[in-house]
Antibody
Framework: QITLKESGPTLVKPTQTLMLTCTFSGFSFTTSGVGVGWIRQPPGKALEWLALIYWNNDKRYRPSLKRRLTITKDTSKNQVVLTMTNMGPVDTATYYC??????????????WGQGILVTVSS | EIVLTQSPATLSLSPGERATLSCRASQSVSDYLAWYQQKPGQAPRLLIYDASKRATDIPARFSGSGSGTDFTLTISSLEPEDSAVYYCQQRSNWQVITFGQGTRVEIK
């Protein structure tokens, strides 16, 4: 069974840096083709893809946020970390991590973690 | 960036009825389109990928069709548990994965 779970702060102040960790089980970055992505969802709004990382350390970022995002992996810990700098109120959202479903580069997401609501407020 | 426009915004139907949801892309995405279901307070779940392939353990009442710019998700006979928001997602331009704004399906 594949599971993912997000962890990190639920409240950050404007201009601070957010660091979220996705801890997963049931698969491993030692397997060719494995990828994990981050997607966020502001309250009551649609989904927005942020970043992806693959077993071979290939990384993809949403161009409009690329300067603020960093995605890394720790293969031994089965973790993916997303860092977002200069947080603002518009970044208030539920942040999800999800496995890249199927073959390398499919860019479909399943399964997903439960999500973590991050609020940006002073 | 490819924009996905979903219609209608809300669909209100009775159990057993057929639901037809539309997703239109601002440019061709070939068949690189997926559909997700999101119930209140839950994470999304992948239903359909590559426009028409059902994901693992998805009931046969869910089907997808289309290619290019026009896609449809059909729920052949609505069940009460199908009440949710449905999102489409494209990956044609892999540098920017985008989602539609969602269609809410309400069961009367």
């Amino acid at each position: 069974q594949i599971t993912l779970k997000e962890s990190g702060p639920t409240l950050v102040k404007p201009t601070q840096t957010l660091m979220l960790t996705c801890t997963f089980s049931g698969f491993s970055f030692t397997t060719s083709g494995v990828g994990v992505g981050w997607i966020r969802q502001p309250p009551g709004k649609a989904l927005e893809w942020l970043a992806l990382i693959y077993w071979n350390n290939d990384k993809r970022y949403r161009p409009s946020l690329k300067r603020r995002l960093t995605i890394t992996k720790d293969t031994s810990k089965n973790q993916v970390v997303l860092t977002m700098t200069n947080m603002g109120p518009v970044d208030t959202a539920t942040y999800y991590c999800a496995q890249d479903y199927g073959d390398y580069g499919n860019n479909w997401f399943d399964p997903w973690g439960q999500g973590i609501l991050v609020t940006v407020s002073s | 960036e490819i924009v996905l426009t979903q219609s209608p915004a809300t669909l209100s139907l009775s159990p057993g009825e057929r639901a037809t949801l539309s997703c239109r892309a601002s440019q061709s995405v070939s068949d690189y389109l997926a559909w997700y279901q999101q119930k209140p307070g839950q994470a999304p779940r992948l239903l359909i990928y590559d426009a028409s392939k059902r994901a693992t353990d998805i009931p046969a009442r869910f089907s997808g069709s289309g290619s290019g710019t026009d896609f449809t998700l059909t729920i052949s006979s609505l069940e009460p548990e199908d009440s949710a928001v449905y999102y489409c997602q494209q990956r044609s331009n892999w540098q920017v994965i985008t989602f539609g704004q969602g269609t809410r399906v309400e069961i009367k």
